[in-house]
């Protein structure tokens, strides 16, 4: 018997596939989460619309919290740390974690490394902005990929943005030859192995999730059918105005995600969606998406 | 004639399963609503979040079809939260507040069994049912088979006895994936179940012969 292997590190994440983690702070808008149909859920003290606007360092949240949320619900329980920030992937791991997220929505604690992530026996999702940056996550030990959009933004511009650019990653290398692809490598700054891979495959190793401005149905829909294999939804729903039937509806949007009739009864009655930003009313400096080489 | 298999495409590893049906050359459909049943011979419940799963059965109206579909005779498989999904019940302690159940395998599972996921495992199986050469076994925060109902066959348990695949007539429950390790027997086995199913409800077929 051997456990945590690589296989059972990526089939956690194949199981979530078709579904969607919904950021919560309290173990009642866990609860809220499970039963509106999340396949998992992120604990953290604040949501990311909170976090841009309270400023601050971010830092992995107290693990009283993180453990409170997981004994109010049976479905998986993620928790992000900092970039670099080994020893709070080390506490995650200690108090039994699912999925640790070395997430950009915090404060990075390494401005040039990320975490040597093949060191741990919980697997680890993390954000990537294209196909370079997501095959550096895997060869570091990353089990699953998000594309990072903007976190806390309301605003999917940049999910899409991120999410296109790996696809379109992946559909060149298949293209190219196979001289062309140490050179193509060098380029992406990703290990030469995986390039090869995928250049053959025409897909990543591990499962690729959308996460960063998805608020409404029709959001999670879009990026399913740009070929995302579940979504990541942080402010989107419990900082909209009924959140039990936004979740619902995006865990519907998901899975019926190239079904329009169905689409457009679920986005039906839904409230408010959160107040969103425009890329363009960030200052430079705030922008999350930039953290991690 | 060969078998039509649906696999249940709500949520969960749906693509994994319908891959290994595609390297055994066999004709195959996501089920996502109750028309997507009509004409099939087999249907596989993947694995996933069985509560997400459940819940969404309940949502779109496919409760009742697949209730109809199970008493037809032809063959259900569920894998890991699809067992869950078959099961009459789960035991109180790793039961969601709402479980949407088919209740037509009458077992009581226990969700999660092992712990968090870092126990998470792989591991050798013996399943005669399938083969003579063991079974590569991964369990991804999986449950186990903890009451056995009078008509319910243990088809393989761990070296410390918890059974961990089911069978009842045409229903059949494995805690592990094979869909995830690109052997594909289990997926053949099931697929000569559907195909007996189907050659003993078509109109000129007078007897049934067991698999």
């Known amino acids: ?293 | 004639m060969e078998p039509r298999i649906g696999v249940l495409a709500l949520q969960g590893d749906f693509q994994e399963h319908l891959a290994a049906l595609a390297r055994l050359g066999i004709a195959r459909r996501e089920v996502k609503l109750p028309h997507d049943l009509v004409d099939l011979d087999g249907l596989i419940l993947p694995g996933g979040e069985s509560t997400t799963i459940g819940r969404l059965i309940h949502r779109f109206g496919l409760r009742e079809p697949i209730l109809e579909f199970a008493r037809s005779g032809r063959p259900i498989w569920g894998t890991c939260a699809g067992m869950i999904v078959l099961a009459r019940e789960v035991d109180p302690e790793t039961r969601a507040r709402t479980q949407h159940l088919l209740g037509l395998l009458d077992v009581v599972v226990r969700r999660n069994a092992f712990g968090p996921q870092i126990e998470s495992f792989e591991t050798e199986l013996e399943i005669p049912a399938v083969g003579s050469e063991p079974v590569r076994a991964v369990f991804i925060r999986a449950p186990v088979v903890c009451e056995l109902g009078p008509a319910v066959e243990p088809l393989a348990r761990l070296p410390d006895g918890t059974v961990v695949a089911v069978r009842q007539d045409n229903l059949i429950g494995t805690a592990f994936h094979p869909e995830l390790t690109g052997d594909d027997r289990f997926h053949a086995w099931f697929c000569r179940q559907a195909r007996a199913a189907r050659a003993c409800t078509s109109p000129e077929q007078a007897s049934c012969p067991a698999e």
């Not at chain 1, 009642?28 to 992120?42: F, L, Y």
């Not at chain 1, 960063?212 to 959001?219: I, L, R």
């Open chain 1, 1 to 293: 018997m051997e456990k945590s292997t690589w296989t059972t590190k990526v089939g956690l994440a194949q199981m979530l596939k078709g579904g969607v983690i919904m950021d919560v702070v309290t173990p009642e808008q866990a609860q809220i989460a499970e039963e509106a149909g999340a396949v998992a859920v992120m604990a953290l003290e604040r949501v990311p619309a909170d976090i841009r606007r309270e400023g601050g360092v971010a830092r992995m949240s107290d693990p009283e919290l993180i453990l409170r949320i997981k004994e109010a619900v049976t479905i998986p329980v993620m928790a992000k740390v900092r970039i670099g920030h080994f020893v709070e992937a080390q506490i995650l791991e200690a108090i039994g974690i699912d999925y640790i997220d070395e997430s950009e929505v915090l404060t990075p604690a390494d401005d040039r490394f990320h975490i040597d992530k093949h060191q741990f026996t919980v697997p680890f999702v993390c954000g990537a902005r294209d196909l370079g940056e997501a095959l550096r996550r895997i060869g570091e030990g990353a089990a699953m990929i998000r594309s990072k959009g903007e976190a806390g933004t309301g605003n999917i511009v940049e999910a899409v943005r991120h999410l296109r650019d790996i696809l379109d990653g992946l559909r060149r290398l298949q293209a190219l030859p196979c001289e062309e692809l140490m050179t193509a490598a060098k380029e992406l700054g990703a290990p030469y192995e995986l390039v090869c891979e995928v250049a053959a495959t025409g897909r990543l190793p591990v499962v690729l999730f959308c996460a960063g401005g998805v608020a409404t149905p029709a959001d999670a829909a879009l990026v399913m059918q740009l070929g995302a294999e579940g979504v990541f939804v942080g402010s989107g729903i419990f900082k909209s105005e009924n959140p039990r039937a936004r979740a619902r509806a995006i865990v519907e949007a998901v899975t019926h995600y190239r079904n329009p009739q169905i689409l457009a009864e679920v986005s039906r009655g839904l409230g408010e969606p959160m107040r969103g930003l425009e890329l363009e009313a960030i200052p430079a400096g705030q922008r999350l998406a930039p953290r991690g080489w």
